[in-house]
Nanobody, 120 residues
Framework: QMQVVESGGGLVKPGGTLRLSCAAS????????VGWFRQAPGKEREGLSC????????YYSGSVKGRVTLSRDNAKNMVYLQMNSLEPEDTAVYYC?????????????WGKGTLVTVSS
C-alpha cells in the first residue's frame, strides 16, 4: 500500500522550533514531488513548501519563507520540514503529500496530518 505518514507535531512555545517528518511506504520519495501543507481551524488548506522529484528543486510559500526548510533523506526515504520562529498563527494540522508528477495543490497521496500547536 502506497502511503505517507507525518510525525513530529506537538505543543511548542512561540519562538520555538519543530521538525516534522514524512515517511513513506510503497513509494520512493525521491522519485516523487513531496509537499508540506497545513490547515488551520476555519481556514483553507495552505501550501507551504515542496520539493520536486529527482532534481530536488525546493519551493517555499511567502508566508513561511525564511522560517522553514524542507529537506530530503534519500537513504531513509524521508522528507522533513524544519520550522523555526514559530508563531501562534502557525497552529494548524500539517500534512505531507506526494505526487509522481509535480508540486501542486491536489497531490495524490496524503497523510492524515500531525497537529502543531504554538502557544505559551
Amino acid at each position: 500500500q502506497m502511503q505517507v505518514v507525518e510525525s513530529g507535531g506537538g505543543l511548542v512555545k512561540p519562538g520555538g522550533t519543530l521538525r516534522l517528518s514524512c515517511a513513506a511506504s510503497g513509494l520512493t520519495l525521491n522519485e516523487y514531488a513531496v509537499g508540506w501543507f497545513r490547515q488551520a481551524p476555519g481556514k483553507e488548506r495552505e501550501g507551504l513548501s515542496c520539493i520536486s522529484g529527482p532534481e530536488g528543486s525546493t519551493y517555499y510559500s511567502g508566508s513561511v519563507k525564511g522560517r522553514v526548510t524542507l529537506s530530503r533523506d534519500n537513504a531513509k526515504n524521508m522528507v522533513y520540514l524544519q520550522m523555526n520562529s514559530l508563531e501562534p498563527e502557525d497552529t494548524a494540522v500539517y500534512y505531507c503529500a506526494a505526487d509522481i508528477t509535480s508540486c501542486h495543490r491536489e497531490m495524490k497521496y496524503w497523510g492524515k496530518g500531525t497537529l502543531v500547536t504554538v502557544s505559551s
